[in-house]
């Protein structure tokens, strides 16, 4: 069980920039999430894989992230034409089936200069 | 709906006790609950479940009154390893997963 993998850890770019972010999780997990987690505030959801399939979205995700997981392996976040309200640190986490824990990366600081 | 912790914040001296709640307006399938240290990731402490039993890990216990739909972290014999941010995830079941919705946190420092 080597964890969650989340890269890179540090990512500034300039705003309206296109960034993607990777998330490998822990090998027999087959449920994916993205978090966002902003200063003072818990993770927040993004969305949601079940194997390859993109389950749910939070309202809160605009059309500018889009995430995906091929094979229903590792799984990308990608956040186009960044703005300055991005900056946050992105979680990924990932579970066995039903309701089971969630294993979280050490998530991935985005920085919108 | 983000569930309700409290209290925002507590200082402990080393060996005392500590309640966390976390409250939801909405009815509950699941608590999680999850520490985190600064810079790192959440940690899987728990989960409670409708109609189970109290959980415990090491000197942590938890509690879940679905009535109430609240659940309460009990730190016993506070020790500087506990010092961290405890956030309560909470889970109405979504149609096809588990999403959970977490509160603001509830920072915690045991001093010696």
Same mark, same amino acid.
């Given at each position: 069980?080597?964890?969650?993998?989340?890269?890179?850890?540090?990512?500034?770019?300039?705003?309206?920039?296109?960034?993607?972010?990777?998330?490998?999780?822990?090998?027999?997990?087959?449920?994916?999430?993205?978090?966002?987690?902003?200063?003072?505030?818990?993770?927040?959801?993004?969305?949601?894989?079940?194997?390859?399939?993109?389950?749910?979205?939070?309202?809160?995700?605009?059309?500018?992230?889009?995430?995906?997981?091929?094979?229903?392996?590792?799984?990308?976040?990608?956040?186009?034409?960044?703005?300055?309200?991005?900056?946050?640190?992105?979680?990924?986490?990932?579970?066995?089936?039903?309701?089971?824990?969630?294993?979280?990366?050490?998530?991935?600081?985005?920085?919108?200069? | 709906?983000?569930?309700?912790?409290?209290?925002?914040?507590?200082?402990?001296?080393?060996?005392?006790?500590?309640?966390?709640?976390?409250?939801?307006?909405?009815? =509950?399938?699941?608590?999680?609950? %999850?520490?985190?240290?600064? /810079?790192?990731?959440?940690?899987?402490?728990?989960? +409670?479940?409708? *109609?189970?039993?109290?959980?415990?890990?090491?000197?942590?216990?938890?509690?879940?009154?679905?009535?109430?739909?609240?659940?309460?972290?009990?730190?016993?014999?506070?020790? =500087?390893?506990?010092?961290?941010? %405890?956030?309560?995830?909470? /889970?109405?079941?979504?149609?096809?997963?588990?999403? +959970?919705?977490? *509160?603001?946190?509830?920072?915690?420092?045991?001093?010696?």
């Amino acid at each position: 069980d080597t964890g969650v993998s989340q890269n890179p850890r540090h990512k500034i770019t300039k705003r309206g920039q296109n960034v993607t972010f990777r998330c490998d999780p822990i090998s027999e997990h087959n449920r994916l999430y993205w978090y966002r987690q902003t200063l003072g505030q818990g993770p927040e959801f993004l969305t949601y894989f079940q194997n390859e399939a993109q389950l749910e979205k939070s309202r809160l995700l605009s059309d500018r992230f889009s995430a995906e997981r091929p094979k229903g392996s590792f799984s990308t976040l990608e956040i186009q034409r960044t703005e300055q309200g991005d900056s946050a640190m992105y979680l990924c986490a990932s579970s066995t089936q039903g309701d089971q824990p969630q294993h979280f990366g050490d998530g991935t600081r985005l920085s919108i200069l | 709906q983000q569930p309700v912790q409290s209290p925002q914040a507590v200082i402990l001296r080393e060996g005392e006790d500590a309640v966390i709640n976390c409250s939801s307006s909405k009815a =509950l399938y699941s608590v999680h609950w %999850y520490r985190q240290k600064h /810079g790192e990731a959440p940690v899987f402490l728990m989960i +409670l479940l409708k *109609g189970g039993e109290q959980m415990r890990h090491e000197k942590i216990s938890a509690s879940f009154n679905e009535k109430k739909q609240q659940s309460s972290l009990y730190l016993t014999a506070s020790q =500087l390893s506990y010092s961290g941010t %405890y956030f309560c995830g909470t /889970g109405p079941r979504t149609n096809s997963g588990y999403a +959970l919705n977490f *509160g603001k946190g509830t920072s915690l420092l045991v001093t010696p």
